[in-house]
């Protein structure tokens, strides 16, 4: 199962043993199995791949120039993260 603690999550796909923190937001995105969402965090339109974690405050999806430089993103704006990276706030 998942655990999502004090977040919304809208119009996503959550896979098993995805943590959602106090605060954070995920919108229409697919989270794989293992990833961790910090306090506060902002995941938009995004794919995570297995075992990601995005640390308290960080934001994913809602800069595209931002996520451009870190990641892959398609050409309709989803932001692909691969297995095991650390998203830092910045």
């Known amino acids: 199962g998942c655990i999502v603690s004090g977040g919304t999550v809208r119009n ?3 896979s098993s043993d995805v943590r ?3 605060g954070a937001t995920v919108e229409g995105s697919v989270l794989l199995p ?3 969402i910090g306090k ?3 995941v938009r ?3 995570l791949d297995k075992n990601v974690v995005v ?3 960080a934001i994913i ?3 595209r120039e931002r996520d451009e430089r870190r990641f892959k993103v398609s050409e309709g704006g989803v932001v692909v993260v691969g297995k095991n990276e650390v998203i ?3």
């Open 45 to 47: 339109h995004a794919i």
């Open 20 to 22: 959602v923190a106090d």
């Open 61 to 63: 999806g809602v800069d």
């Open 12 to 14: 996503s796909v959550l």
């Open 88 to 90: 830092e706030s910045s």
């Open 55 to 57: 640390q308290d405050g």
């Open 34 to 36: 293992g990833v961790r």
């Open 40 to 42: 506060g965090a902002v």
